[in-house]
């Protein structure tokens, strides 16, 4: 039999079988977190897929990587994947959730503040310009050639009002903010790897700051701010409110304490269970 790829044999089987089976016993839990718009089996099959593709994730708690995986749901957010609404991060054996900046659009584009909203790179070669007057007006033209170095990153957003706002910041604004940010975050390979994407959140998220915001993208916001000890306050309107952090109350639910124990010990649970009603039918 032809051995499992490399990048499968980060952690042994039990280990992978467990957070398997943590993902499987919170799907009713997950349901609730999740927005009616977003698919319970998606999510798990795509927290799955990033955690098998990753032998760091591999290695970390699958307790800590369970409740990354509930926070992004919480946060109607896919936990990896391709379309990078947010990201697992390990580092010293636990994980942690960090907001992309396709997920900051695609909160921002959910609340109907925005009639639109977007960032960008500019790069050595784009013809940019800009002007206040004193309302922005901004002209980028990507060269399309082979784009140099990142120059600058910008972030603009037309409102439900019909305001317009803008954002820009020299590569190096960016790198100062980065510097500041934790070493498993500055130094990870996403900075490494995919400067220009990092950046964008970074302008977008300074954007945001002051402009109106839904309470499921200020949770998000505010999320992404504890992780980088950022004390930030986020502005909030929204007419119907969601509970800020529902991810505790809900691991309660599958008798988690805050640290969570491992998928052994809820497996025993469950199995004590099945044996006290032997007539109840696993749904």
């Not at 708690?61 to 697992?88: H, I, T």
């Not at 996403?190 to 700051?209: P, T």
């Not at 109106?212 to 992780?227: K, R, T, Y």
Request: aromatic share 6%; with cysteine; charged share 30%.
């Amino acid at each position: 039999m032809a051995s499992a790829p490399a990048r499968y044999q980060g952690a042994p089987p039990t280990q992978k079988r467990e957070f398997v089976d943590l993902l499987e016993l919170a799907r009713d839990q997950i349901v609730q977190l999740l927005p009616a718009h977003v698919s319970v089996d998606r999510v798990i099959r795509v927290a799955r897929s990033a955690y098998l593709a990753d032998a760091k994730l591999q290695n970390c708690n699958p307790a800590s990587l369970l409740r990354a995986v509930m926070s992004a749901c919480e946060l109607g957010l896919e936990p990896g994947g391709a379309r990078k609404q947010c990201y697992l991060v390990p580092f010293k054996g636990e994980v942690t959730l960090i907001l992309g900046y396709a997920g900051c659009l695609e909160l921002a584009r959910r609340s109907n503040q925005y009639k639109s909203i977007e960032t960008r790179v500019v790069y050595e070669g784009d013809d940019f310009d800009l002007e206040y007057t004193p309302e922005p007006v901004f002209r980028h033209k990507p060269s399309f050639d082979q784009p140099g170095a990142e120059k600058l990153v910008y972030a603009y957003a037309r409102l439900s009002t019909g305001e317009m706002a803008f954002e820009v910041m020299t590569r190096g604004e960016v790198e100062g903010i980065r510097r500041r940010l934790p070493e498993f975050q500055s130094n990870s390979p996403a900075w490494k790897n995919f400067w220009g994407e990092m950046a964008r959140k970074v302008v977008l998220k300074r954007l945001l700051k002051r402009l109106p915001n839904s309470i499921e993208l200020a949770n998000a916001l505010e999320h992404d701010n504890a992780v980088e000890a950022v004390p930030e306050k986020v502005e909030v309107q929204a007419v119907a409110r969601r509970p800020i952090d529902r991810t505790d109350e809900l691991a309660d639910r599958l008798a988690l304490p805050a640290d969570l124990p491992t998928a052994e010990e809820l497996l025993a649970d469950q199995a004590e269970e099945q044996v006290e009603d032997p007539q109840g039918e696993r749904e």
